[in-house]
């Protein structure tokens, strides 16, 4: 069921009579109909869209360019896809133990410049998306409940409202967590939860395969140096 059609007030001040529901039965089948193909239509047009940007998203992490440009563009793909204002990835620092959050992984927040360093043993942190390795959604991240005090300090200074993170996983184990936030048409939904893990598995891949290089060059820098 879509809804109701309803009519009312007949010009000529008589009854409605069963011949009159006859057609108006008529007439409503006919608009359900036609409802649901531009529900059909509507729903094909958004998944082609998702497969299009996917295939962007695995066209972009799988390339040979540095993780930085990687990532801008990944998260210029998701702000179009989501229809959002922010998207950003914080990553693991395995030599400090901090979750890093840097401006040049991060897309509209102009004016990020300094880098956020996360303890990873703060109070309260074993609950993030990053650690706990599962996804949060909200739409009011002001005030909700849910909020770690440093995710709400952050969200009160980018102005951050609705908001969804995912853990990012590499062979089950988490290298970071994706943000994205502020959509700009209505509120995020637990469908785009789905797409978003799609995207992180690619970045989560862009990410291990940077660090596999970076270790290569390090390891070769101290050969030669040797």
């Not at 993780?67 to 210029?76: A, C, D, L, P, R």
């Not at 785009?192 to 893990?197: A, F, G, K, N």
Request: proline share 3%.
């Amino acid at each position: 069921r879509f809804g109701v059609v309803e009519v009312s007030n007949k010009r000529n001040g008589q009854e409605f009579t069963e011949e009159d529901a006859r057609v108006l039965l008529v007439f409503a089948t006919q608009a359900a109909v036609i409802i649901d193909n531009a529900r059909l239509y509507r729903n094909m047009q958004m998944r082609a869209q998702e497969s299009e940007a996917l295939r962007r998203v695995a066209e972009i992490a799988s390339s040979s360019q540095p993780i930085e440009q990687i990532v801008h563009q990944v998260m210029t793909e998701i702000t179009k896809l989501f229809n959002c204002e922010v998207a950003a990835v914080a990553l693991f620092d395995k030599t400090t133990n901090k979750l890093v959050l840097r401006p040049d992984l991060s897309y509209g927040l102009p004016s990020f410049t300094d880098a956020i360093n996360i303890d990873i043993y703060a109070p309260g942190m074993e609950y993030s998306t990053a650690i706990s390795k599962r996804p949060f959604l909200s739409n009011n991240m002001r005030s909700d409940g849910r909020v770690l005090s440093v995710y709400r300090a952050m969200a009160d200074r980018f102005n951050l409202d609705s908001v969804i993170q995912i853990p990012l996983l590499m062979r089950s184990q988490g290298v970071g967590e994706l943000t994205v936030a502020n959509k700009r048409d209505g509120e995020f939904q637990k469908s785009d939860l789905r797409i978003l893990r799609s995207i992180g598995v690619q970045v989560a891949t862009a990410v291990e395969r940077a660090s596999l290089y970076e270790a290569t060059d390090n390891d070769l820098r101290a050969r030669i140096q040797e």
